[in-house]
């Protein structure tokens, strides 16, 4: 039983960290992109929220669809088209048509993002499910750490057209897994009561539920903050702060490590203190760190040094935000957990590439919009978190 509860997690998290993988190895890759293509900073990053928006339109459609035929039958799909899309992205000819493939693969990547939240509701509540959650969340957060390295490593021998290449296999070795590792989990009598009515109901009834939106914007601010700092950090710290690419992808992993390690106790955390406790305190330490990084920001601290451990120590408490909120939220929703998932993620991505859009509008050269929008993002998530868990009692041993 203990094998296999591991042996879901790492599929899952596999699976999940596929178009993630797309976002990560591209980030170093996106200085030399523009040299490439003649293109500006801001039509680079055009392309990288091009993916961002895919991501968060199409996990509308694979929700509703995964609740109605089932969990694998969408992965196949998404799968086979973010191939298809990473392809087209190693071929491309100029930086509009990069963006309009990077929109394409990004809508075969969100099958990969909204499924196995749908699964890991599938097979478990309460303690287990934060404790699923958080191995998914491991193997998936090694994205941030290894994708980066090995992407400067392929720029450096293939340039950035061969990351696309990488993912093009990574996306078949994918469809691969898909087929011999994962079961069905959403039987044939489950999908009895799913149709296209059901799925517009189902979302008229998540966006009235207020528990389960605040829940919702808690982790998507959360998330945004890192958004943030995808579609910044390369800039800040290569032309900025003077690291070369791969130095880049080293202090881009240790940022994500704190973020991997702390998420792992979220079950043992869970157990001891409740769901609703740990969120609590965690957005609070995550918001109060991020906005001590923004003070003293603006109070001429500039240091790579400084911004790294404060971003370390915040991390630190998102890894244990993001996923006790999703594990909340889909509490009280397994009869479409799929359509709560996507709709969950597609608000996640909309917030993040709305707060990418603002601090690219205040970009300066400086790591200064950067940190203002990551320590906006956090207190965002503390004033959600303020109002949506008042009074609210822990149901972790109610759920369990």
Same mark, same amino acid.
């Given at each position: 039983?203990?094998?296999?509860?591991?042996?879901?997690? &790492?599929?899952?998290?596999?699976?999940?960290?596929?178009?993630?993988?797309? $976002?990560?190895?591209?980030?170093?890759?996106?200085? +030399?992109?523009? =040299?490439?293509?003649?293109?500006?900073?801001?039509?680079?990053? %055009?392309?990288?929220?091009?993916?961002?928006?895919?991501?968060?339109?199409? =996990? $509308? $459609?694979?929700?509703?669809?995964?609740?109605?035929?089932?969990?694998?039958?969408?992965?196949?799909?998404?799968?086979?088209?973010?191939?298809?899309? !990473?392809?087209?992205?190693?071929?491309?000819?100029?930086?509009? !048509?990069?963006?309009?493939?990077?929109?394409?693969?990004?809508?075969?990547?969100? %099958?990969?993002?909204?499924?196995?939240?749908?699964?890991?509701?599938?097979?478990?509540?309460?303690?287990?499910?934060?404790? @699923?959650?958080?191995?998914?969340? @491991?193997?998936?957060?090694? +994205?941030?750490?290894?994708?980066?390295?090995?992407?400067?490593?392929?720029?450096?021998?293939?340039?950035?057209?061969?990351?696309?290449?990488?993912?093009?296999?990574?996306?078949?070795?994918?469809?691969?897994?898909?087929?011999? +590792?994962?079961?069905?989990?959403? &039987?044939?009598? =489950?999908?009895?009561?799913?149709?296209?009515?059901?799925?517009?109901?189902?979302?008229?009834?998540?966006?009235?539920?207020?528990?389960?939106?605040?829940?919702?914007?808690?982790?998507?601010?959360?998330? +945004? !903050?890192?958004?943030?700092?995808?579609?910044?950090?390369?800039?800040?710290?290569?032309?900025?702060?003077?690291?070369?690419?791969?130095?880049?992808?080293?202090?881009?992993?240790?940022? /994500?490590?704190?973020? $991997?390690?702390?998420?792992?106790?979220?079950?043992?955390?869970?157990?001891?203190?409740?769901?609703?406790?740990?969120?609590?305190?965690?957005?609070?330490?995550?918001?109060?760190?991020? /906005?001590?990084?923004?003070?003293?920001? @603006?109070?001429?601290?500039?240091?790579?040094? &400084?911004?790294?451990?404060?971003?370390?120590?915040?991390?630190?408490?998102?890894?244990?935000?993001?996923?006790?909120?999703?594990?909340?939220?889909?509490?009280?929703?397994?009869?479409?957990?799929?359509? /709560?998932?996507?709709?969950?993620?597609?608000? =996640?991505?909309?917030?993040?590439?709305?707060?990418?859009?603002?601090?690219?509008?205040?970009?300066?050269?400086? %790591?200064?919009?950067?940190?203002?929008?990551?320590?906006? !993002?956090?207190?965002?998530?503390?004033?959600?978190?303020?109002?949506?868990?008042?009074?609210?009692?822990?149901?972790?041993?109610?759920?369990?």
């Amino acid at each position: 039983m203990k094998s296999n509860f591991f042996k879901t997690a &790492l599929v899952l998290g596999l699976l999940s960290a596929i178009g993630p993988f797309a $976002i990560d190895m591209y980030l170093p890759a996106l200085p +030399s992109i523009g =040299q490439s293509l003649g293109a500006s900073m801001g039509a680079v990053q %055009a392309s990288l929220m091009a993916f961002f928006i895919s991501l968060g339109i199409g =996990q $509308i $459609i694979y929700g509703p669809v995964s609740d109605m035929v089932g969990r694998k039958p969408p992965l196949y799909f998404g799968l086979a088209l973010f191939a298809l899309g !990473s392809v087209g992205c190693a071929l491309a000819p100029d930086i509009h !048509s990069l963006i309009a493939l990077r929109f394409v693969q990004g809508l075969g990547a969100c %099958a990969g993002m909204v499924v196995p939240r749908a699964v890991v509701r599938d097979l478990h509540t309460g303690h287990d499910a934060a404790r @699923l959650m958080s191995l998914l969340m @491991l193997v998936f957060s090694v +994205s941030p750490i290894l994708a980066p390295l090995s992407g400067s490593l392929i720029i450096e021998w293939a340039g950035w057209r061969g990351v696309f290449w990488a993912v093009t296999v990574a996306a078949l070795a994918g469809l691969g897994l898909l087929a011999s +590792s994962l079961p069905e989990t959403r &039987l044939p009598e =489950q999908r009895a009561d799913s149709s296209v009515g059901g799925a517009l109901r189902a979302y008229g009834l998540l966006l009235r539920d207020r528990h389960f939106m605040g829940l919702v914007m808690i982790g998507a601010f959360g998330i +945004s !903050s890192f958004f943030a700092y995808l579609a910044n950090s390369s800039f800040v710290l290569i032309d900025h702060y003077g690291l070369s690419p791969r130095q880049y992808s080293i202090a881009f992993a240790v940022n /994500a490590a704190s973020f $991997i390690g702390i998420s792992q106790f979220t079950g043992q955390l869970t157990r001891r203190f409740g769901l609703v406790p740990l969120v609590r305190v965690a957005v609070l330490g995550y918001a109060l760190t991020m /906005a001590a990084l923004l003070g003293l920001n @603006l109070l001429g601290f500039d240091s790579l040094a &400084l911004m790294i451990a404060m971003l370390l120590l915040g991390y630190g408490f998102l890894g244990l935000v993001v996923p006790t909120t999703a594990v909340l939220a889909l509490e009280e929703h397994g009869a479409l957990a799929g359509t /709560a998932s996507a709709l969950m993620g597609t608000l =996640q991505f909309v917030v993040g590439a709305i707060v990418m859009a603002v601090v690219g509008l205040f970009v300066d050269g400086t %790591a200064r919009p950067m940190v203002a929008g990551i320590a906006g !993002s956090a207190l965002m998530a503390l004033a959600f978190s303020l109002v949506t868990l008042r009074g609210q009692k822990d149901r972790t041993t109610a759920l369990s």
